[in-house]
């Protein structure tokens, strides 16, 4: 048995990329804040390659990104609270459902869905063939997401979502961060992080006196973005005013001492932010 575990360390070693691996099987995480369970739904991991980033310079990509590659991921989050099964986005739809039914959760079980912005990775999932995909959930939207999303018609997957849950369809204007805020539902409270697209907006989680900022897309590359918060994305609407977000929101994780979730974080996607040099940060992933 020594000899088999040596022999596999030793493959590992020689592969480099043995953890890597072994990570791609586990797509779900759970952590518990307070009363409510926040559950990863990954829908892939994966490298980010250079070409997106917007001002990182030569040192930078020396430092953090040299082989012109960060860590990436795309993931949707599951909230089981103590009445409610809840989604945070719906990913690409690639692996939702399957996750979804690895938790015992069908998709008609899922009661509402809140969604941080319209890009096709966080909604892919809602419909299947054209047709809803979670019958009972009722959607919460934001307003300028929406307004956005419907003022130009070659926004058709967009529309197309919309259409489809027209019914269901709850539009809300997030709160600013640092100003008196009123939660959307009770232990959810939204705020504005818009850049990333017109309306992005982050969930605020509470329970117990516990809290998790899901932070939706305020980072695409942790590796540089980091460090370097005004390293902007090619995919950023408004590169400024993600770079204006992205610094309020992690000073105000930082200052407030709140464990941060996100969409394009690599595995388990979660954990916790602490000042670094020079204006940048650092983020502590949870413990696998
Ligand atoms: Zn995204």
Not at 67 to 72: A, D, K, L, Y
Not at 199 to 217: I, Y
Not at 242 to 247: G, L, P, Q, S, T
């Amino acid at each position: 048995m020594r000899t088999i575990l040596i022999s596999m360390v030793g493959v590992c070693f020689a592969l480099m990329n043995c953890m890597v691996l072994a990570q791609e099987g586990l797509s779900t995480y759970s952590h518990q804040v307070g009363s409510f369970e926040l559950i990863l739904l990954a829908e892939s991991q994966g490298q980010g390659n250079k070409g997106i980033l917007i001002g990182a310079t030569p040192e930078m990509l020396q430092e953090y990104a040299p082989n012109g590659t960060f860590s990436n991921a795309m993931n949707a989050f599951f909230v089981k609270t103590p009445d409610k099964n809840m989604l945070i986005d719906a990913g690409l739809g690639r692996k939702l459902v399957e996750n979804l039914q690895s938790l015992n959760v069908a998709p008609e079980q899922v009661d509402i869905i809140l969604i941080t912005h319209m890009h096709g990775d966080h909604i892919g999932g809602l419909l299947r063939d054209g047709k809803v995909m979670f019958p009972q959930a009722e959607i919460y939207l934001p307003q300028p997401e929406y307004d956005y999303w419907m003022s130009d018609e070659k926004f058709k997957q967009q529309q197309e979502v919309i259409a489809a849950y027209k019914n269901k369809l709850h539009l809300f204007k997030p709160n600013e961060l640092n100003k008196q805020s009123t939660p959307l539902l009770p232990g959810f409270t939204a705020y504005a992080a818009y850049g990333h697209t017109p309306g992005h907006t982050a969930f605020l989680l509470e329970s117990d006196n516990e809290k998790m900022f899901v932070w939706g897309d305020v980072t695409h590359a942790m590796a540089l973005q980091m460090p370097y918060p005004q390293v902007a994305v090619t995919y950023d609407v408004n590169p400024d005013d993600a770079i204006a977000a992205r610094k309020q929101v992690l000073e105000y994780v930082n200052k407030h001492n709140i464990p941060i979730a996100g969409m394009h974080i690599a595995f388990p996607a979660m954990g916790t932010i602490s000042k670094g040099k020079a204006g940048g940060y650092l983020f502590t992933p949870f413990t696998k």
